[in-house]
């Protein structure tokens, strides 16, 4: 006699971000000072499980960044916590490394609404996600990351789905191993946090595990497309006061310029950090310095050294 499929209860159930962890089995009777212990040695198991991870990891930047060096896209593509995190991770590309808004984005079911208020069923509608990413008009040079801490969101699935149909890269994040999100994407990133404290509530440690991760992604594409210099990000734009001071240390800081000089150059470079530096270091004009970038493939220590 042939047993019947799992239903969704027993297959949820299976998954190892769905167990029950008996070390946190009488959280609500510990106290406040025992259970953010808890919680904090909980959150230090989460680096080194994104460690254990990276023989995934890295061949998945690698192969987005060679994309995004050609002009390709970026989209991530999550439901509930998942979703949100992608799209807080996009949202801080442009401000950061001065990217277009449409090269970095974040796709979440339900919609721009669903990333204040929780909209849970959306996640079940996988022609959504495929709709989604049919409306992003993804193609062959761009990539797709779908982040799912079960690794079944039907969302997510769908997304990933379509995305292959189109030609795009696929990237799948998930907390589980063997899920159906890995067996769908060319790249599968299984980071296995285990139980929550919480159990079931993987806005915790698989939430944090899915941002350390995304922060891999953005930072290191955005180091190898040129954003930065060093470690100083003479991409960004200086769009307020915070950054307008973090500009003018980084000027200062390539050229050794003074306060004045640096903010001269600035001003004199429509507020452009690499061009400023340029200008201060070799007497570039802005049109000058446009052109040694692009001749640098944008990467200031290239334009700098090649005039050596």
Same mark, same amino acid.
């Given at each position: 006699?042939? &047993? /019947?499929?799992? =239903?969704? %209860?027993?297959?949820?159930? $299976?998954?190892?971000?769905?167990? +029950?962890?008996? @070390?946190? *089995?009488?959280?609500?009777?510990?106290?406040?000072?025992?259970?953010?212990?808890?919680?904090?040695?909980?959150?230090?198991?989460?680096?080194?499980?994104?460690?254990?991870?990276?023989?995934?990891?890295?061949?998945?930047?690698?192969?987005?960044?060679?994309?995004?060096?050609?002009?390709?896209?970026?989209?991530?593509?999550?439901?509930?916590?998942?979703?949100?995190?992608?799209?807080?991770?996009?949202?801080?590309?442009?401000?950061?490394?001065?990217?277009?808004?449409?090269?970095?984005?974040?796709?979440?079911?339900?919609?721009?609404?669903?990333?204040? &208020? /929780?909209?849970? =069923?959306? %996640?079940?509608?996988?022609? $959504?996600?495929?709709?989604?990413? +049919?409306?992003? @008009?993804? *193609?062959?040079?761009?990539?797709?990351?779908?982040?799912?801490?079960?690794?079944?969101?039907?969302?997510?699935?769908?997304?990933?789905?379509?995305?292959?149909?189109?030609?795009?890269l696929t990237v799948g994040l998930s907390c589980n191993p063997s899920t159906a999100l890995s067996a769908a994407?060319?790249?599968?990133?299984?980071?296995?946090?285990?139980?929550?404290?919480?159990?079931?509530?993987?806005?915790?440690?698989a939430g944090s595990a899915q941002k350390l991760v995304l922060n891999m992604f953005s930072t290191i594409v955005?180091?190898?497309?040129?954003?930065?210099?060093?470690?100083?990000?003479?991409?960004?734009?200086?769009?307020?006061?915070?950054?307008?001071?973090?500009?003018?240390?980084?000027?200062?800081?390539?050229?050794?310029?003074?306060?004045?000089?640096?903010?001269?150059?600035?001003?004199?470079?429509?507020?452009?950090?690499?061009?400023?530096?340029?200008?201060?270091?070799?007497?570039?004009?802005?049109?000058?310095?446009?052109?040694?970038?692009?001749?640098?493939?944008?990467?200031?220590?290239?334009?700098?050294?090649?005039?050596?």
């Amino acid at each position: 006699m042939t &047993a /019947a499929p799992a =239903g969704p %209860e027993q297959q949820l159930g $299976a998954l190892d971000t769905e167990s +029950v962890d008996p @070390r946190y *089995g009488h959280i609500d009777v510990v106290g406040v000072a025992a259970l953010a212990r808890l919680m904090n040695d909980a959150d230090a198991e989460v680096p080194a499980a994104v460690r254990r991870s990276m023989d995934q990891i890295v061949p998945a930047i690698e192969a987005v960044s060679a994309r995004m060096r050609r002009g390709g896209r970026l989209l991530y593509v999550g439901a509930g916590t998942p979703g949100r995190i992608g799209v807080l991770d996009a949202s801080e590309c442009p401000p950061t490394f001065g990217t277009p808004p449409e090269l970095v984005r974040g796709v979440i079911a339900g919609g721009p609404g669903a990333f204040f &208020a /929780a909209q849970e =069923g959306v %996640e079940d509608d996988a022609e $959504a996600g495929r709709a989604a990413v +049919v409306a992003e @008009r993804v *193609g062959p040079a761009d990539s797709v990351i779908g982040i799912a801490s079960s690794g079944r969101t039907p969302f997510v699935l769908g997304a990933v789905a379509e995305a292959r149909v189109c030609g795009t890269l696929t990237v799948g994040l998930s907390c589980n191993p063997s899920t159906a999100l890995s067996a769908a994407a060319d790249h599968p990133i299984e980071v296995l946090v285990g139980a929550e404290v919480i159990a079931g509530s993987t806005r915790l440690k698989a939430g944090s595990a899915q941002k350390l991760v995304l922060n891999m992604f953005s930072t290191i594409v955005m180091v190898e497309m040129g954003k930065t210099y060093g470690n100083l990000m003479v991409d960004m734009r200086p769009s307020n006061e915070k950054l307008l001071a973090r500009a003018i240390r980084i000027v200062r800081r390539v050229t050794g310029a003074s306060q004045e000089q640096a903010v001269t150059a600035l001003e004199a470079s429509d507020m452009q950090v690499k061009l400023a530096i340029l200008r201060l270091q070799l007497g570039l004009d802005n049109a000058d310095g446009v052109a040694r970038l692009a001749a640098a493939d944008g990467r200031l220590r290239v334009a700098l050294e090649g005039a050596r």
